[in-house]
């Protein structure tokens, strides 16, 4: 088993819809999780930090469910420029940080 | 502005040359890290340094090799026993335990 799974996709959605992926782990020592957007052949981007309690961040919204292991991450009121793969990344309570192979969204006009 | 510089963005060489690929980056992070990219899989850890003259192997190390002598500074060396070196390879660093990674914006090489 991966250590982060995602769905690869791609998600294809009309803009204005919501969409929702979610990112499983393994480790349940895991200790700090985090969304990245990342641009076609471009580097990574912080989306947001996923908090134990869950947060948002304007039209983000991302979870942690401690209990069956992964952390979502839902987008609202999709817009094009939302296109971009999404990168689960997981710290497992050492200095390394293991990332998900990310999952395509795809906001249609 | 602060941030991380990885140079050149673009790197093209000939099978069995070594060539050392730069990062430098003045956020004053103690961690720095290189990860590889290749289509369709996600990033893969190279090598990681979390202080000063200390670095350790991650899960694909062979092939690469890195320094670590300066805070600011931690190049990667890709070593003619790499197999199959043509990837994104992008460097990142992280203030403090259980903080998001910074990026640079990575070095794109080729190898023929």
């Known amino acids: 088993r991966k250590e982060v799974e995602q769905d690869p996709g791609p998600f294809n959605v009309p803009e204005g819809a919501t969409v929702a992926f979610n990112c499983t782990y393994s480790?349940?020592?895991?200790?700090?999780f985090f969304w990245y957007r990342q641009d076609c052949r471009k580097e990574p981007k912080l989306l947001m930090s996923?908090?134990?309690s869950g947060n948002e961040d304007g039209r983000f919204t991302a979870q942690l469910n401690r209990a069956s292991q992964y952390i979502s991450l839902l987008i609202r009121d999709s817009k094009l420029s939302d296109s971009a793969t999404y990168l689960c990344?997981?710290?497992?309570?050492?200095?390394?940080?293991?990332f998900g192979t990310g999952t395509r969204l795809k906001v249609l006009a | 502005d602060g941030g991380i510089t990885q140079s050149p963005k673009y790197l093209f060489r000939k099978e069995g040359q070594n060539v050392t690929l730069s990062c430098e980056q003045n956020?004053?992070?103690?961690?720095m890290y290189w990860y590889r990219q290749d289509p369709g899989q996600g990033l893969r850890l190279i090598y990681y340094?979390?202080?000063?003259?200390?670095?350790q192997k991650g899960d694909i190390a062979e092939g690469y090799s890195v320094s670590r002598e300066k805070k600011e500074s931690f190049p990667l060396t890709v070593t003619s026993a790499q197999k199959n070196p043509t990837a994104f390879y992008l460097c990142?660093?992280?203030?403090?335990?259980?903080?998001?990674?910074?990026f640079g914006n990575g070095t794109r090489l080729t190898v023929t």
């Open positions: 990344v997981v710290r497992p309570g050492t200095y390394k940080y293991i």
């Open positions: 480790n349940s020592a895991s200790q700090s």
């Open positions: 340094s979390q202080i000063v003259n200390d670095f």
């Open positions: 990142a660093s992280s203030p403090r335990y259980n903080s998001p990674l910074h």
């Open positions: 956020l004053n992070h103690d961690a």
């Open positions: 996923v908090y134990s």
